[in-house]
């Protein structure tokens, strides 16, 4: 049973930092797109960052290019989000999930993905 387990949300000011992990758990991940997306209360769930788990490949929403960083420790299954330059704007909920193995290139696409974590908020004050 696969799980994915979402750490290290918070309240902060803006141009602050956070690092957010996601632990995965129950299988191995080799093939699989680990991806972060965001929602805030009322809106649609959007794309934030994902990496291939092989090779590291990152994909990065614009909004967060050159801010957010994801990265990926094989050895601790572990994925994370490092957050800098936060803003106002960047206030929501975070989510981990996975999609995989077979992999359909939307990266970007929450659909596709298999796998969910339960959030963890991220709160940037002004």
């Known amino acids: 049973q696969v799980q994915l387990v979402e750490s290290g949300g918070g309240l902060v000011q803006a141009g602050g930092s956070l690092r957010l992990s996601c632990a995965a758990s129950?299988?191995?991940?080799?093939?699989?797109?680990m991806g972060w997306f965001r929602q805030e209360p009322g809106k649609e769930r959007e794309f934030v960052a994902a990496?291939?788990?092989?090779?590291?490949?990152?994909y990065y929403a614009v909004s967060v290019k050159g801010r957010l960083t994801i990265s990926r420790d094989n050895a601790k299954n572990t994925v994370y989000l490092q957050m800098n330059s936060l803003k106002p704007d960047d206030t929501a909920v975070y989510y981990c999930a996975a999609d995989g193995p077979s992999y359909s290139g939307r990266y970007y696409y929450d659909g596709d993905y298999d796998y969910w974590g339960q959030g963890t908020q991220v709160t940037v004050s002004s």
């Open positions: 990496i291939r788990w092989n090779s590291g490949t990152a």
């Open positions: 129950g299988r191995t991940f080799n093939g699989y797109t």
